[in-house]
């Protein structure tokens, strides 16, 4: 599985971005997706997970109600929408494919084997 991350960029406080994922290969229905961002000298830590079929999701609670992890299995893609942007939000924001097939909304770092480059979002206060 090939990952491609777009969409990040510079914007305001308090606006949003929609990251987008790309994924290539013939098993992405059939892996759960997760979205981490990692800030300058941080750990790269989980922001939204989303289950193979898409019924089940996972939110950090540092953006839980403002992002929203979505799928299209027809495209191949995955969704970050965020909004209400905060200058913490700063981070290159990364998408990962989990190793396990027919997985759900995983929080943890080890049970994904695929990543893509990472995305740069900036938000100015």
């Known amino acids: 599985v090939q990952l491609q991350a777009s969409g990040g960029g510079l914007v305001q406080a308090g606006d949003s971005l929609r990251l987008s994922c790309a994924a290539s290969g013939q098993t992405f229905s059939s892996r759960g997706m997760g979205w981490f961002r990692q800030a300058p000298g941080k750990e790269r830590d989980i922001v939204a997970a989303?289950?193979?079929?898409?019924?089940?999701?996972y939110y950090a609670d540092s953006v839980k109600g403002r992002f929203t992890i979505s799928r299209d299995n027809a495209k191949n893609t995955v969704y970050l929408q965020m909004n209400s942007l905060k200058p913490e939000d700063t981070a290159v924001y990364y998408c990962?494919?989990?190793?396990?097939?027919?997985?759900?909304?995983?929080?943890?770092?080890?049970?994904?084997?695929?990543w893509g480059q990472g995305t740069l979002v900036t938000v100015s206060s």
């Open positions: 989303i289950g193979y079929t898409g019924g089940r999701t």
């Open positions: 990962a494919a989990a190793g396990g097939l027919w997985s759900g909304p995983s929080r943890v770092r080890g049970e994904y084997d695929y």
